[in-house]
């Protein structure tokens, strides 16, 4: 779940996490569908992003991503449950990259 | 290749006040979260004296690390609600944080994913105290910062070391130091008097089969620096996931959904700013 810069948002988006003011209040509950009227609110806001469904933005392309993942567990692969757990966070990181 | 036995250097470095290398705030609260009976009342003013401090530990108790996002607003509040000992271990937490940025970046990164993980786990067994379980994740590897501040040239020689030869952070420093920073951790935590619990999971985490006091705490801190590892977050001194104690690993009884719950809140979180 990306967090978004307020001037990206668009309508149609939907909070991954609630939006909370600085005094603690929940101000929109996750899971809601923004709209042209929450938009214009959330502006007015100081919140410098929110968090909206759909895959972040990743940092490394995702070949690059499994290879490191390869290199850090080219030791231990064998060894009681770490070929489930390297096996667990490549799925994990395939989904960041949009593969369901 | 400069060798030492740390252990015959235990007193020094608990009497952490008197080291050179440690900054004055870590001198200043070190000398008030040793205090035999520090009172509730105590720490508060302590903290509360301090306006820089008191809103550097209110911002990582509302941080999404603790799970109280934007609910704490007093430092009394927060030790009503975490306890004394969430609170100290908060507080040595920022300072630790301040010379991490400074010495090891991605130690910061390392602790704070592990300090999640370690809540997440706590919370999907039921534990009682989620958040002592995350403060051991945040300060399991504290011994490291107190090797790398005071034994600079042989902390470097054992990261060399250890991406070489390709082994663990902690065989490296066997070599080097002859003990690991889960020993130097535990003489701290013993000496800030920590709970029991917390002094086992500093002492075992990557021994957890060791652990007496606190075996089910210390295998979560112990898989979730495996996890952080795994996912490749953060620096810890080497660049390998170690393997996990199966007993400790069957112990916590995770499913394959569990654990991608873990990372997924692990890496939201750490999404968010993580600057104290
Ligand atoms: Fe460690
Ligand atoms: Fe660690």
Redesign the pocket.
């Known amino acids: 779940m990306p967090k978004i810069p307020i001037d990206k948002l668009e309508p149609g988006m939907k909070l991954s996490k609630p939006l909370v003011s600085r005094g603690g209040m929940v101000l929109l509950g996750d899971g809601t569908e923004l709209t042209e009227k929450w938009i214009d609110r959330i502006q007015d806001m100081e919140v410098d992003g929110i968090y909206v469904d759909g895959p972040s933005e990743q940092k490394e392309s995702k070949e690059e991503s499994l290879a490191k993942l390869d290199a850090r567990f080219l030791s231990v692969e064998k060894e009681p449950y770490m070929g489930r757990l390297k096996r667990i966070v490549r799925d994990y990181i395939e989904a960041l990259y949009g593969e369901h | 290749m400069a060798s030492i036995d740390i252990r015959t250097h235990r007193n020094k470095i608990e009497n952490i006040s008197a080291l050179p290398t440690v900054p004055g705030t870590l001198k200043r609260i070190s000398s008030i979260i040793e205090k035999p009976r520090l009172t509730l009342e105590e720490l508060s003013h302590f903290v509360s004296n301090d306006p820089a401090l008191a809103s550097r530990v209110l911002k990582m108790i509302n941080s999404a690390v603790y799970g109280f996002p934007g609910r704490i607003s007093s430092v009394s509040h927060a030790i009503m609600l975490l306890g004394l000992n969430v609170v100290k271990g908060i507080l040595l937490g920022t300072s630790i944080f301040e010379i991490m940025q400074k010495v090891m970046k991605g130690l910061w990164d390392?602790?704070l994913g592990?300090a999640i993980a370690s809540r997440v786990i706590a919370e999907k067994l039921g534990l009682k105290y989620p958040e002592e379980v995350s403060v051991a994740g945040l300060l399991?590897?504290l011994g490291?910062v107190i090797l790398i501040l005071e034994y600079q040239e042989n902390y470097d020689d054992s990261i060399r070391d250890a991406t070489e030869k390709g082994i663990a952070i902690s065989e490296a420093e066997k070599i080097h130091f002859q003990e690991t920073h889960a020993a130097v951790g535990m003489w701290l935590s013993q000496k800030w008097r920590f709970p029991a619990n917390l002094i086992d999971v500093m002492a075992f985490?990557h021994s957890p089969a060791a652990a007496k006091v606190a075996p089910l705490e210390t295998a979560i801190v112990h898989f979730s620096?495996i996890l952080?590892?795994a996912r490749g977050i953060g620096f810890?001194g080497d660049p390998f996931v170690p393997a996990v104690n199966p007993v400790s690993f069957e112990m916590l009884r995770l499913s394959d959904g569990d654990i991608r719950d873990v990372l997924a809140e692990m890496e939201d979180s750490l999404e968010q700013p993580t600057d104290f």
């Open positions: 390392h602790s592990c399991h590897d490291k985490h620096d952080v590892r810890a």
